[in-house]
């Protein structure tokens, strides 16, 4: 997908800070229940390493991918600096409240480069491989997550090449060969074993990766089912729709579309765990047919972290908060501006639970922890898998 993730125009946070912890009205344990037998519902927080939440309920989440770990000039999984390693320290000290929580590193993310140069041999795949497991091991963590964006695809200027398309899978493979030795070398098994997952995408994500093949390495599926709609595209829209608006053209996208072309490949549904945004995209100077939506715009106008849409715009005057029944998503309309924003709020996301739980997928995903409001969205994803 062409579009930039929100994390590269996060507002700045202080990087100290603390965690705190109180009880939340269902809790990870009994996320692993809700969906009877062995199947459990996986509630998956990002939480970016430079801007932590000052307060995190770690009982609330079954995993938290923590972002991100870069690819080094050495073609080696690294942090950055001190300051991410200590965040993440205190992401791992939440087991101390939650045993269950399982923390994760994220390496890669939007505009993260050297992942077509470290896939590209078996020398290259296998010091990857071998870093990302020592960088688990040495931070007490629970597996690795890759999040390229994109194989084979040149955007944001990465490095790409065409042979990224076979090259993923087999870096999937040393990883998870990896990985799996560590577990064995540590006695870990069943749910305790290092787990490996990546971030995937839709439609030409499809064109540049083995997805029949390389999901088998893989013990679930992270889908950016958001960013649908955003600065690179022509027109607004839902950038998180579950469904297509009314108006959409046949080359738009959405959730629905983005779960049944990963299905279509083979992965289990199980292994598929829907996104969900805890941001909003805003468009200025659009024309003002269907109150802005599927319209054409002048300028791209700005994120929206979701606690600031509910404390500056949702429910301002100069704001009106239209509902897409038919794609099942919220937006924001001001006539005088002409400024469309499209997010997610609780209405959408609980909506979304519902689909996870009648289509059998492995659960939510979001990005990302720190763009909340006191719990608002999370506490509907955790109340809404468990009814």
């Known amino acids: 997908m062409t579009k930039p993730r929100t994390c590269a125009a ?31 519902l996986r509630v998956v927080a990002y939480v970016a390493g430079w801007a932590m939440p000052a307060v995190i309920h770690g009982e609330k989440l ?10 080094g000039p050495d073609g080696r999984a690294e942090l950055a600096d001190s300051a991410l ?9 939440l087991k101390q409240t939650n045993p269950q929580l399982k923390v994760i590193v994220s390496v890669g993310g939007w505009r993260a480069d050297g992942f077509s140069d470290a896939a ?13 497991v020592d960088l688990a091991r040495k931070h007490s963590l629970d597996g690795v997550d890759i999040d390229w964006e994109y194989p084979g695809q040149g955007v944001a200027g990465i490095r790409y090449r065409a042979e990224d398309r076979q090259n993923f899978t087999r870096l999937l493979q040393a990883v998870r060969h990896k990985l799996d030795l560590a577990s064995a070398t540590e006695g870990r098994s069943g749910g305790d074993r290092y787990t490996l997952t990546i971030a995937s995408a839709d439609r030409e994500y499809f064109d540049h990766t083995e997805m029949d093949k390389l999901h088998v390495y893989l013990d679930w599926i ?4 958001y960013d649908f709609f955003n600065s690179l595209t022509a027109t607004t829209g839902h950038h998180a729709g579950l ?20 299905l279509a490949a083979g992965i289990p549904a199980g292994k598929l ?14 024309r003002s047919l269907n109150n802005g939506l599927n319209q054409p715009y002048q300028r791209y106008e700005a994120d929206h972290p979701y606690a600031e849409l509910a404390e500056r715009l949702i429910g301002n005057p100069d704001f009106v908060r239209y509902w897409d029944e ?11 501006s002409r400024t469309f924003i499209t997010y997610d709020d609780p209405q959408s996301i609980a909506i979304k639970a519902d689909y996870v739980r009648s289509n059998h997928l492995g659960g939510i995903m979001f990005w990302e922890l720190g763009q909340d409001r006191d719990d608002e969205l999370l506490d509907v994803i955790v109340e809404s898998l468990h009814r």
């Open 273 to 286: 765990v829907l996104g969900v945004a805890f941001y909003g995209r805003g468009f200025a100077g659009v």
């Open 85 to 93: 390693e200590a965040n993440l320290a205190r992401l791992v000290a």
């Open 10 to 40: 996060l507002i700045a946070c202080a990087v100290s800070v603390l965690l705190a912890f109180r009880a939340a009205p269902a809790g990870a344990a009994q996320l692993e229940q809700a969906a009877g037998g062995s199947r459990s």
């Open 62 to 71: 079954t995993h938290i991918n923590f972002a991100f770990a870069r690819i």
């Open 326 to 336: 038919r794609a099942k998503a919220p937006y924001l309309w001001n006539a005088e």
């Open 222 to 225: 992270n889908i950016m089912s």
């Open 243 to 262: 469904y297509p608006a009314a108006l959409a053209s046949p080359t738009d996208r959405n959730a629905d579309a983005s779960v049944k072309q990963h």
């Open 120 to 132: 590209r041999t078996a020398a290259s795949r296998g010091v990857l491989a071998d870093s990302a």
